[in-house]
């Protein structure tokens, strides 16, 4: 049996619902609502002790961290199979989900909570809000997240946030001209991967960033939307109010940011 932990918009949550719908393969869900702080409750922490989702639970045992879980999908269920038979494609491909882990999956959270979800935590009492992020087991993510939080755009997390994104837009077109999907001829975890980092600068409106590269990521970003899979794990999860926010706080700094990545 497989059961995920799992929240509707979480970016890290939607690469591994994406693998499991490629897969097609039945799983339970638990949701849980990130604002309201189930990631922090004792029964979750004994499976997560790092507060976050999502996790996956087979049999029994338990695989956090979505990387992991995308590659352990493949390995436990292989067929159809995420990852190209060629050695090359699969470099490439562990070449692109490696940043994920190694900045990106930061910078987009760090965006996200700048721009938008701080004006989700800021509605709570401010005790309540200090409860939340003395929670957070990891200090250097707490220290982030309060940051980011209660300065928003002036938190130092958001330039380097932009930038980095900035670095992923600009590889993401140069990867694409040498095939549709991102490490090559094959769609991969690579793609899966990143598909909700596209989808969150989209909801952000910002696509005029990937549209001054060309048309390569809107056209990859169409590929992505046009699999099955892709409205099971993404599509079918957006959560219209959260939709809403992103799109009227993205566009309210989308001037300041087309700056900042003009400068
Ligand atoms: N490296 C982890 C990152 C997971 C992560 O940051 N998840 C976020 C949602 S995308 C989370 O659970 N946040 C909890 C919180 O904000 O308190 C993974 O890839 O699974």
């Given at each position: 049996m497989l059961e995920l932990y799992h929240n509707d918009m979480s970016v890290c949550a939607q690469k591994a619902r994406f693998a499991l719908a490629e897969k097609r393969?039945?799983?339970?869900?638990?949701?849980?609502?990130?604002?309201?702080?189930?990631?922090?409750?004792?029964?979750y922490l004994k499976i997560n002790p790092l507060a976050i989702v999502p996790t996956l639970v087979h049999d029994g045992v338990v695989i956090p961290e979505s990387t992991v879980i995308c590659e352990y999908l493949d390995d436990a269920f292989p067929d159809p199979p995420l990852k190209s038979g060629s050695a090359l494609e699969r470099a490439r491909m562990r070449l692109w989900t490696k940043q994920l882990d190694e900045g990106v999956h930061y910078a987009?959270?760090?965006?996200?909570?700048?721009?938008?979800f701080r004006h989700q935590f800021m509605q709570k009492p401010p005790d309540e809000l200090e409860a939340f992020f003395a929670a957070i087991p990891d200090p250097v993510r707490?220290?982030?997240v309060r940051e980011n939080v209660l300065k928003g755009m002036e938190s130092s997390h958001f330039?380097?946030?932009?930038?980095?994104?900035?670095?992923l837009v600009r590889d993401l077109g140069a990867a694409l001209a040498d095939g549709p999907w991102l490490a090559g001829q094959r769609f991969s975890l690579a793609d899966i991967g990143f598909a909700p980092y596209i989808t969150r600068l989209d909801q952000l409106g910002f696509q005029e960033w990937h549209q001054s590269y060309g048309t390569r990521i809107g056209h990859w970003y169409d590929r992505l939307r046009a699999r099955p899979a892709y409205a099971e794990a993404i599509t079918k999860w957006l959560n219209p109010p959260v939709v809403a926010l992103l799109g009227e706080k993205g566009r309210e700094a989308w001037p300041k940011v087309k700056a900042m990545l003009a400068a």
């Open positions: 393969l039945e799983w339970t869900g638990h949701h849980l609502n990130l604002r309201a702080g189930d990631q922090q409750k004792p029964d987009t959270g760090n965006v996200s909570y700048c721009l938008v707490r220290a982030r330039k380097d946030g932009i930038a980095r994104y900035k670095r």
